[in-house]
């Protein structure tokens, strides 16, 4: 009998300690406020964006924000499960689903940055001549050159896969290499072993002084260029609903706005980011 209890109480204590297990990983906590809520998001964060936007609201509003580094097909499983209050994310067709679903609200435009298709500056595949993105994914699963896909289910994984399929082209052999990484590790490898990646230009205006062996070899189709939206919880689904409503209209305002268009510029030379007035030509 003894035996029997210790059994079920060790067995209460797991299953007490399983939604604690399955809470993400906070990877930095921006403020010191008494109103907490956890955002999710990928390159903002990676690259510092996110901190300038955190430490100014959570300033103005005695408020704690804690940022969960996530890809955008994750961060928005983290919105639906409700670990998550808030997250910003290009992944526009999820983006509506999730929104017609009824699971995220207040879906904003926040501004845009663009992929750039890099590689190794003897450019074996061609991708030079290449007449769109997805004439430049033929040409690479053509020559079978070495390619590297994060893999990931992120908003640049999803639009990898869309170009693949634009191209015609199932990827797979060799040539086809998955890291699971984000965008700056996996640009990193990218370099150093010589293939072609399709990064962000925010990823690469601020780590290019590292690279040694890639340039931009196509840039400038449509079709691939991010624009980047915040949605949250609805009104009462989670503790930090609210106060991760007002982060989203402050991002949106001018002020969060000039944050976002001067991000980046003492230090490169150059933004990082575009802001949400010049993005909304590519909605």
Same mark, same amino acid.
């Given at each position: 009998m003894?035996?029997?209890?210790s059994?079920?109480?060790?067995?209460?204590?797991?299953?007490?300690?399983?939604?604690?297990?399955?809470?993400?990983?906070?990877?930095?906590?921006?403020?010191?406020?008494s109103?907490?809520?956890t955002?999710?998001?990928?390159?903002?964060?990676?690259?510092?964006?996110?901190?300038?936007l955190?430490m100014?609201?959570?300033?103005?509003?005695?408020?704690?924000?804690?940022?969960?580094?996530?890809?955008?097909?994750?961060? !928005?499983?983290?919105l639906?499960?409700?670990?998550?209050?808030?997250?910003?994310?290009?992944?526009?067709?999820?983006?509506?689903?999730?929104?017609?679903?009824?699971?995220?609200?207040?879906?904003?435009? !926040?501004?845009?940055?663009?992929?750039?298709?890099?590689?190794?500056?003897?450019?074996?595949?061609?991708?030079s001549?290449?007449?769109?993105?997805?004439?430049?994914?033929?040409?690479?699963?053509?020559?079978?050159s070495?390619?590297?896909?994060?893999?990931?289910?992120s908003?640049?994984?999803?639009?990898? !896969?869309?170009?693949?399929?634009?191209?015609d082209v199932t990827?797979?052999?060799?040539?086809?290499?998955?890291?699971?990484?984000?965008?700056?590790?996996?640009l990193?490898?990218?370099?150093?072993? &010589?293939?072609?990646?399709?990064?962000?230009?925010?990823t690469?205006?601020?780590?290019?002084?590292?690279? &040694?062996?890639?340039?931009?070899?196509?840039r400038?189709?449509?079709f691939?260029?991010?624009?980047?939206?915040?949605?949250?919880?609805?009104?009462?689904?989670?503790?930090?609903?609210?106060?991760?409503?007002?982060?989203?209209?402050?991002?949106?305002?001018?002020?969060?706005? &000039?944050?976002?268009?001067?991000?980046?510029k003492?230090?490169?030379?150059?933004?990082?980011?575009?802001?949400?007035?010049?993005?909304? &030509?590519?909605?």
């Amino acid at each position: 009998m003894k035996k029997y209890v210790s059994l079920c109480s060790l067995l209460m204590l797991l299953l007490a300690a399983m939604p604690a297990l399955a809470q993400p990983k906070v990877a930095a906590t921006y403020g010191n406020g008494s109103t907490q809520f956890t955002l999710a998001t990928g390159s903002p964060g990676e690259l510092g964006l996110l901190k300038e936007l955190a430490m100014v609201f959570t300033d103005q509003h005695q408020a704690t924000m804690h940022w969960v580094k996530a890809g955008s097909g994750k961060s !928005l499983a983290l919105l639906k499960a409700k670990n998550v209050d808030v997250v910003m994310v290009h992944a526009p067709s999820a983006e509506k689903t999730a929104m017609a679903e009824g699971w995220a609200i207040k879906r904003s435009l !926040l501004g845009s940055n663009e992929f750039y298709i890099v590689g190794p500056a003897a450019d074996p595949a061609g991708l030079s001549k290449a007449s769109s993105a997805a004439n430049a994914y033929a040409r690479i699963a053509k020559a079978q050159s070495k390619f590297f896909s994060r893999g990931d289910n992120s908003g640049t994984h999803k639009k990898e !896969l869309a170009l693949w399929k634009m191209a015609d082209v199932t990827p797979q052999g060799d040539w086809y290499l998955v890291t699971g990484d984000f965008m700056m590790a996996t640009l990193k490898r990218a370099d150093h072993e &010589q293939g072609y990646f399709m990064t962000d230009s925010s990823t690469w205006v601020a780590g290019r002084a590292d690279l &040694q062996n890639l340039k931009i070899l196509f840039r400038g189709d449509k079709f691939i260029v991010n624009t980047y939206h915040a949605l949250c919880q609805p009104a009462g689904a989670t503790p930090g609903a609210d106060i991760a409503a007002q982060f989203i209209d402050f991002v949106a305002s001018e002020e969060g706005q &000039q944050i976002i268009r001067s991000y980046g510029k003492q230090q490169y030379s150059e933004g990082l980011y575009n802001d949400a007035v010049y993005a909304s &030509q590519f909605e």
